[in-house]
């Protein structure tokens, strides 16, 4: 079966860090771009970052430049959501997403159960 | 890019008719997702390409639209399909419409 779990939320106090990990399987994970994608308690969804398939293509969304990063491991089939300085607004769920093969706009066919970032003092 | 669906809630009752909207701010042809989302669940992609449902998806869903204006229909709610819906394209994701039971 295809599938994406997530792992390494915790609550942080604000200006911490945490690295979010995705592991995947059933599918060859090298050929497939990776989203993140959050929801905020009581908020809709919010997409964070992506990277390509082999490592190269890396897009962050605006609220999130600077402080977070994205990475893979195509060997371990793992995709990695580093948070640095972390802010209350950063409270959410996070999810892994897989993009649709031959997607031109970032289709996210696959999705993780996500993993619960609290940040708070 | 803005995508900005309507309503923001529908109420309605197993086995009316579900229409949901998604206005982009600018053409974007038919490069259009749309998404159901559960309480405790993670998003179920429902559509894409504007008319095309995704794997697993009932014949009830159907999607259609072009350029800047989209719309998600359910042709017969069944108690499963009340839920939040996104429409999305590319890093953008509409506000959402809420499907509630009435």
């Known amino acids: 079966d295809v599938q994406l779990v997530e792992s390494g939320g915790d609550l942080v106090h604000p200006g911490g860090s945490l690295r979010l990990s995705c592991a995947a399987s059933?599918?060859?994970?090298?050929?497939?771009?990776m989203d993140w994608v959050r929801q905020a308690p009581g908020k809709g969804l919010e997409w964070v970052a992506n990277i390509g398939g082999d490592g190269n293509g890396k897009y962050f969304g605006d609220s999130v430049k600077g402080r977070f990063t994205i990475s893979r491991d195509n060997a371990k089939r793992s995709v990695f959501l580093q948070m640095n300085n972390l802010r209350a607004e950063d409270t959410a769920v996070y999810y892994c997403?897989?993009?649709?093969?031959?997607?031109?706009?970032?289709?996210?066919?696959?999705w993780g159960r996500g993993t619960t970032v609290i940040v708070s003092s | 890019m803005v995508l900005t669906q309507s309503p923001a809630t529908l109420s309605l009752s197993p086995g009316e008719r579900a229409t949901l909207s998604c206005r982009a701010s600018h053409s974007i042809s038919k490069n259009l997702a749309w998404y159901q989302h559960k309480p405790g669940q993670p998003p179920r992609l429902v559509m894409y390409d504007a008319s095309n449902r995704a794997t697993g998806i009932p014949a009830r869903f159907s999607g259609s639209g072009s350029g800047t204006d989209f719309t998600l229909t359910i042709s017969s709610l069944e108690p499963e399909d009340f839920a939040v819906y996104y429409c999305q394209q590319y890093r953008h994701f509409g506000q959402g419409t809420r499907l509630e039971l009435k």
């Open positions: 997403a897989r993009v649709r093969s031959g997607s031109q706009y970032d289709v996210m066919d696959v």
């Open positions: 059933g599918f060859t994970f090298s050929n497939y771009w």
